[in-house]
T-cell receptor, first 113, second 113 residues
Framework: ETGVTQTPRHLVMGMTNKKSLKCEQHLGHNAMYWYKQSAKKPLELMFVYSLEERVENNSVPSRFSPECPNSSHLFLHLHTLQPEDSALYLC????????????FGNGTRLTVT | AQSVSQHNHHVILSEAASLELGCNYSYGGTVNLFWYVQYPGQHLQLLLKYFSGDPLVKGIKGFEAEFIKSKFSFNLRKPSVQWSDTAEYFCAVYTGGGNKLTFGTGTQLKVEL
């Protein structure tokens, strides 16, 4: 049990579909993150939220749209994705966004066809 | 831009062998340093961290890492590995500006019986 729950675990979608990834943390943390993990590449930070306010948007294409309705929940809305967006998407949380250790979820394996 | 280098991409060891995984970073200021581990089929989890103080830090499962500021390094060590240490190991560096935590590409460790 990680304390950070991601759903779904696997997602296959076409390039014209709209889908959302969900993340929930049960740790009382104040910061939440989306990372992209691709084979043979470093984890790529996509977005950081601190107390529901976006504090980092790491030059991510607009086809990825995050939403943080409260400090426990984080969504990643997906639309008109490309095949190169296929990857493992990881959600993480931390006590604060200033270098505290991250707690990761199990990830959503996304395949774009 | 800062970078984190893990020079060993794949390491194969026999049980009881000693382990050292290299990690170098390119930032000259104050850093927080981390090693994360991902066991097969599991989520990324914190192995150990360095924020300040004693540059030799000890983590879970007998792992330790040494921060050598002059070499911009934070190498991970374990005197005697076990089969259960088979996993992927990620070094990460936080530099304080822009909520930026940068990961290395990871080292896949396989421990053979």
């Amino acid at each position: 049990e990680t304390g950070v729950t991601q759903t779904p675990r696997h997602l296959v979608m076409g390039m014209t579909n709209k889908k959302s990834l969900k993340c929930e943390q049960h740790l009382g943390h104040n910061a939440m993150y989306w990372y992209k993990q691709s084979a043979k590449k470093p984890l790529e930070l996509m977005f950081v939220y601190s107390l529901e306010e976006r504090v980092e948007n790491n030059s991510v294409p607009s086809r990825f749209s995050p939403e943080c309705p409260n400090s426990s929940h984080l969504f990643l809305h997906l639309h008109t994705l490309q095949p190169e967006d296929s990857a493992l998407y990881l959600c993480a949380s931390s006590q604060d966004p200033r270098g505290s250790p991250l707690h990761f979820g199990n990830g959503t394996r996304l395949t774009v066809t | 831009a800062q970078s984190v280098s893990q020079h060993n991409h794949h390491v194969i060891l026999s049980e009881a062998a000693s382990l050292e995984l290299g990690c170098n970073y390119s930032y000259g200021g104050t850093v927080n340093l981390f090693w994360y581990v991902q066991y097969p089929g599991q989520h990324l989890q914190l192995l150990l961290k360095y924020f300040s103080g004693d540059p030799l830090v000890k983590g879970i499962k007998g792992f330790e890492a040494e921060f050598i500021k002059s070499k911009f390094s934070f190498n991970l060590r374990k005197p005697s590995v076990q089969w259960s240490d088979t996993a992927e190991y990620f070094c990460a560096v936080y530099t304080g500006g822009g909520n930026k935590l940068t990961f290395g590409t990871g080292t896949q460790l396989k421990v053979e019986l």
